[in-house]
């Protein structure tokens, strides 16, 4: 039986060889719990986030941070997966948005995704809605997934939305990261927003299947 408390605590204290060994434990075990294992390494990170605003984590303790829940992702990967992934791959866009360099979640979300079968293309960070309406465009994507962590990410996720509008096109889209809320989805008029990876997985495969 695993301990998801020890080991939200672990990622909370970047203990790397607690983490990995707990996560390989769940993995042992059948993956069966993986979705769990997930939860308590966010839970962790949010302590991470904590540890930052108080200033006893400095941006080395976040890099790591979010090297370390990467690595989970890719250790829980087989398991995260669901459905077929060996199918048709539905292309989407991944990308920080304009004025936000942040990008831990981002790969987080991307490596998720792609464990589901999607084709993501990952745009990168200080992304301008010129280049995610470009892109869609070019590549008849249907799915946009904008992340951003500074409160000034939901100005630039409101405009990138009202280009991909203006440009008549008709993609669903989706928004995460630190300052987003139900409020925020109705400013930018998104479509939906998440906080985990994992309700961004299954908004994205509903979209696919529709």
Partial sequence: MIDFEKLAQAMGELDEDTVVELLEAVM???????????EACQKGMDTVGKLFEEGEYFVGDLIYAGELMTQAVVILKDALATGDASGPKIKMILCTVKDDLHDIGKNIVKAMLEANGFDVLDLGIDVPAEKVVETAKAEGIRIVALSGVLTLAIDSMKATIEALK???????????????????????????????PQKTIQTCKAWAAE
């Fill in 166 to 196: 203006e440009a008549g096109l008709d993609c669903k889209v989706i928004i995460g990261g630190a300052p987003v809320s139900e409020a925020a989805c109705k400013v930018t008029g998104a479509d939906e927003w998440a906080h985990s």
């Fill in 28 to 38: 042992a075990e059948g993956g069966t719990e993986a979705s769990k294992a997930m």
